[in-house]
């Protein structure tokens, strides 16, 4: 099977790679990536089990790090900004890590390298028995969602993952199973014995809670030269709920030395 990433690109000049976060897919950052190609070629991707990339039964920070490191050589890249959304981040955290030579400066957005507790449960179990295949119309898995899920612009989000099978019916884009199964290592810290000497900015959203005061201690061990800076009134989703703060601070750290 062959095992590339689906991207996008956009843009010339030096290279920025945007991953987006669980359930997502590459089209959550196109916005900011077409505002930011102005100045740079930005390639978005979809990670393993998300989008149009391939599916797989394993998905760890590890092995996604590696889809990555691929992903470049195959498109002959040595180095690149690398910038991530909270999943996204967390494999951009890793990469870093892993590939120090191949990562120009680290962009986080909104997530800390640290163990999360659950919360997608009930996302899970609604999508693994929203059964879409037999489904005829999108509004009937818009209703199955919203039975578990009572805030609409999250099912919205989720019904991007919905698209038409060949034999006319509905299927989801997402490995839904094996991100279900795959769950608790998605939720896991980022762990290293070493530490990314380079540039780091997290973004953290005024109103969101994924980065507290407890991350900045396994922040500053892991990335010693970061920056934090917060996106006021933004909550976890910084590019969609404060797209022109974000690509403020986005552009400033990569201009500067």
């Known amino acids: 099977m062959t095992q590339h990433l689906n991207f996008k690109s956009f843009g010339s000049g030096d290279t920025i790679i945007i991953m987006h976060g669980l359930l997502g897919m590459l089209d959550n950052w196109q916005s900011f990536a077409k505002k930011i190609s102005e100045r740079y070629r930005v390639l978005t991707l979809d990670l393993r089990n998300h989008g149009k990339s ?8 590890e092995l996604m790090s590696e889809d990555l490191n691929r992903f470049l050589i195959h498109r002959e890249i040595d180095r690149a900004h690398i910038m991530g959304h909270s999943m996204g981040g967390k494999v ?49 898995i818009e209703k199955h969602l919203l039975k578990f899920i009572p805030d609409k612009s999250i099912v919205l ?18 490995n839904i199973g094996a991100l279900a199964d795959n769950y608790p290592h998605i939720l896991a810290a980022i762990e290293s014995d070493r530490s990314f000497k380079g540039k780091s900015l997290f973004l953290k959203g005024g109103k969101s809670h994924y980065i507290d005061e407890k991350s900045t201690g396994e ?8 920056r934090l800076v917060e996106i006021p009134g933004a909550g976890h989703w910084i590019h969609a709920e404060s797209p022109a703060e974000t690509l403020r601070a986005t552009v400033e750290f990569l201009g500067n030395n």
Request: aromatic share 12%.
């Open 54 to 61: 391939f599916h797989a039964n394993q998905m760890t920070y």
């Open 92 to 140: 951009a955290m890793q990469f870093a890590l892993q590939y120090p030579e191949k990562t120009e400066k680290l962009i986080v957005a909104d997530i800390a390298p640290r163990a999360y507790p659950g919360g997608h449960e009930t996302i899970f179990e609604a999508l693994l028995t929203a059964n879409p295949e037999n489904a005829e119309k999108r509004s009937d």
């Open 157 to 174: 989000f989720l019904m991007k993952n919905l698209s038409r099978s060949k034999d006319g019916g509905f299927r989801w884009k997402a």
């Open 219 to 226: 922040m500053e061990k892991l990335f010693p030269e970061n």
